[in-house]
């Protein structure tokens, strides 16, 4: 299974499994990582799954939708790089992946 590493604004990492095709938000969800609040379980609808994905896995994710940039413009600390982890299926081109997360969702 593909790996997802989620570092927390202190620095603290977190390494998840996920299946190929599952949200990299499910996955810490089920791994219970801290930053990771997913209030509205996936549905794009709340931000509170926001991280920020490192720069050399950028160009393998597909673009933003519309939906996805609407709810990024609300977070407190909105960067380049930002991302809705519920937006982001795991596949096998994607491990490894390393998500920083905001202060702000601590």
Known sequence: ?????????NG???EAQSEVGESIMHA????????????CGG?????TC????RKEFLALLPAKT?????MLDGVLELRDNSRLTCQ????????????D??????
């Open 101 to 106: 997360l905001p202060e702000s969702q601590l």
């Open 88 to 99: 982001i299926k795991m596949t096998q081109t994607l491990d490894g992946i390393c998500i």
């Open 66 to 70: 519309e939906e996805e940039q609407m």
């Open 1 to 9: 299974m593909p790996k997802i590493v989620f570092v927390e604004f």
């Open 28 to 39: 810490a969800v089920s791994n219970a990582v801290p930053g990771i609040l997913a209030d």
């Open 12 to 14: 603290t990492k977190h």
């Open 43 to 47: 549905t794009c609808s709340c931000a």
């Open 50 to 53: 926001h991280g920020y994905v």
